[in-house]
C-alpha cells in the first residue's frame, strides 16, 4: 500500500472542504499536519498527568517529568544520537539556533568568521549575524551555482583558519537541494570549525544519524515532523556542550545560585532554562513514533517519488519555471516555482480559491531569492500524508490560471 493511503485516514484535517473542494495540503514545509496519535497524546497528558516537570516528588511531577524525559530517549533513538544528554529541547529550529549562536557567540573574537551558505533560511543566518555583530566576528556564505547546489570548491576558499562555524542547511526550504552535509563537516572539522546543520527540512523526511553526520550540531522542530508547534531539538556533541558556557539562564538549569553566581546544572538541563514545553515533547514523542513505525526509508522514497512526479509535471506546463534541481536524483520534499508574468501571492491565492494550500513569499531565504532573481515564488510541499493525486490537482490547476485571473 502507497504510503499516503496507509495514512491519510490518521489526519482529521485532511477531510476538510477548503472553498468547495476537498483540502489539497501542499505547505507542509511551512508546517506539517497532525495525526490523531499526536492529538490524543497531548490531550491525554493535560487530563490525566500533567504537573511541572523536575521539580514536584508529588505523583503527577513524577509522571509528567518521566513523559518528558522519555521523549528525550526517543528522540536520541530517532536520529541516532550516542547519548541522551546530548538531546536540548527548545522552542523549534530557529530557537535551537538562536540559542546555539547565542551560546558559541560567548567564543568568539574580533576577526573570527563564520561560514553559512546563500541558501539559509533567514533563522540560520540572522542569529550568526547577531552574534557576530557583538563580537566582531565576520560572515561569509557559500555561493549557490547552477540548478542550485552549494559551490563546494569555493567552500575550500572561504574555510580559513579564522573559521570557528560551519552551519548550512541540510535540505534547502526553496530549492530542495539535499546538500552534502558530512563532506561539509568533514572540510570544517580539517579547519578545526564547529559544524552545524539546520535540519528543519530534513528530519521529516529521511533517516537521521548524528553519529554519522559529521556534524556537531543539528537542529529542528517538531512542528514540521507532525508534531506539535512550540517544540524543537537541538542536537550537540557531548565533548562540545561540556565546554560551553550556557547563555540563558534561570530556574533549573542550576545547582545552586548565590547572589552573585551559579553553579550550573548538567546536561542536558543546563541549555534547559524555564518551564520546557512538556505537552509538545509528549506530543513530539507520538510523532516520532509514528514515523518510526512508518519507516523513515519508506517516508524519504514515497516523498522522492512526489518530487519527481511534482518537477516533471510541473516543468512541462508552458510559462511554468521550476526551481531547483532538475535531474530524478533524490531532492527534498519541496518544488518552488514561477508562473510567467504572475506574481506568486496570485498564484497562491487563485490555488487556494481551488482547495489547493501552497505558500508564496520569500520563503525567508531572501538572499537565495536575490541569487535566483525573484522577489518571490510559490512553493508546493509534501508529507507523508500527500498523495500522487494531490501532486495531480496541482498541476491540473495551473494551466487553467491565466484564464481565471
Ligand atoms: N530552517 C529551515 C531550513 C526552515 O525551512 C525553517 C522554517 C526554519 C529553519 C525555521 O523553523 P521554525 O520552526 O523555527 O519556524 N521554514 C518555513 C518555511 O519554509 N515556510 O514556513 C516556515
Redesign the pocket.
Known amino acids: 500500500m502507497r504510503l499516503d493511503e496507509q495514512t491519510r485516514a490518521d489526519f482529521p484535517i485532511l477531510e476538510r472542504i477548503v472553498n468547495g473542494q476537498p483540502l489539497v495540503y501542499l505547505?507542509s514545509?511551512?508546517?506539517s499536519q497532525k495525526p490523531r496519535a499526536v492529538i490524543e497524546a497531548m490531550t491525554r497528558y493535560y487530563e490525566r498527568s500533567h504537573s511541572n516537570v523536575h521539580r514536584s516528588i508529588h505523583t503527577l511531577g513524577e509522571e509528567a517529568t518521566e513523559l518528558y524525559e522519555a521523549a528525550r530517549d526517543r528522540v536520541q533513538r530517532f536520529i541516532g544520537a550516542p547519548r541522551r544528554d546530548e538531546v536540548i529541547f527548545t522552542?523549534?529550529?530557529?530557537?535551537?539556533?538562536s540559542l546555539l549562536a547565542d551560546t558559541l557567540a560567548l567564543t568568539l573574537s574580533a576577526g573570527d568568521e563564520v561560514l553559512v551558505t546563500r541558501m539559509?533560511?533567514?533563522?540560520?543566518l540572522v542569529p550568526w549575524q547577531m552574534a557576530a555583530q557583538r563580537r566582531g566576528a565576520t560572515i561569509k556564505a557559500v555561493p549557490v551555482v547552477g540548478e542550485g547546489r552549494l559551490d563546494l570548491d569555493a567552500l575550500d576558499r572561504l574555510i580559513t583558519g579564522r573559521t570557528r562555524v560551519v552551519s548550512v542547511?541540510?535540505?534547502?526550504?526553496?530549492l530542495g537541494t539535499i546538500n552534502p552535509v558530512a563532506e561539509i563537516g568533514r572540510r570544517a572539522h580539517a579547519a578545526g570549525a564547529i559544524m552545524v546543520v539546520?535540519g528543519?527540512?530534513a528530519a521529516p523526511h529521511m533517516a537521521l544519524d548524528m553519529s554519522r553526520l559529521e556534524c556537531d550540531f543539528y537542529?529542528f522542530?517538531g512542528?514540521?515532523m507532525l508534531g506539535p508547534?512550540g517544540i524543537?531539538v537541538l542536537w550537540g556533541r557531548r565533548e562540545i556542550l561540556e565546554r560551553l558556557e550556557p547563555a540563558r539562564g534561570g530556574s533549573e538549569m542550576i545547582k545552586q545560585v548565590w547572589i552573585d553566581h551559579a553553579q550550573y546544572n548538567d546536561l542536558p538541563w543546563r541549555f534547559e532554562p524555564g518551564t520546557p514545553p512538556i505537552a509538545e515533547a509528549i506530543g513530539l514523542t507520538a510523532a516520532v513514533e509514528y514515523l518510526e513505525k512508518l519507516g523513515m526509508e519508506r517516508v524519504a522514497e514515497h516523498e522522492g517519488a512526489l518530487a519527481a512526479q511534482a518537477v516533471e509535471a510541473l516543468a512541462t506546463i508552458p510559462g511554468v519555471t521550476v526551481f531547483g534541481p532538475r535531474r530524478a536524483e533524490p531532492r527534498g520534499a519541496?518544488i518552488a516555482f514561477a508562473v510567467e508574468g504572475l506574481h506568486p501571492h496570485d498564484v497562491a491565492a487563485y490555488l487556494d480559491g481551488e482547495g489547493i494550500a501552497v505558500?508564496a513569499g520569500h520563503?525567508?531565504?531572501q538572499p537565495l531569492l536575490d541569487f535566483l532573481g525573484v522577489v518571490g515564488t510559490t512553493?508546493a510541499?509534501f508529507g507523508v500524508y500527500t498523495s500522487p493525486d494531490d501532486v495531480d490537482r496541482l498541476a491540473r490547476a495551473l494551466p487553467g490560471i491565466r484564464a481565471a485571473l
Open positions: 505547505d514545509a511551512a508546517s522552542r523549534g529550529t530557529t530557537d535551537g539556533l539559509e533560511h533567514h533563522s540560520n542547511a541540510h535540505v534547502s526550504n526553496v539546520d528543519a527540512q537542529a522542530s512542528h514540521k508547534t524543537g519541496v505558500r520563503h525567508c531565504a512553493r510541499s
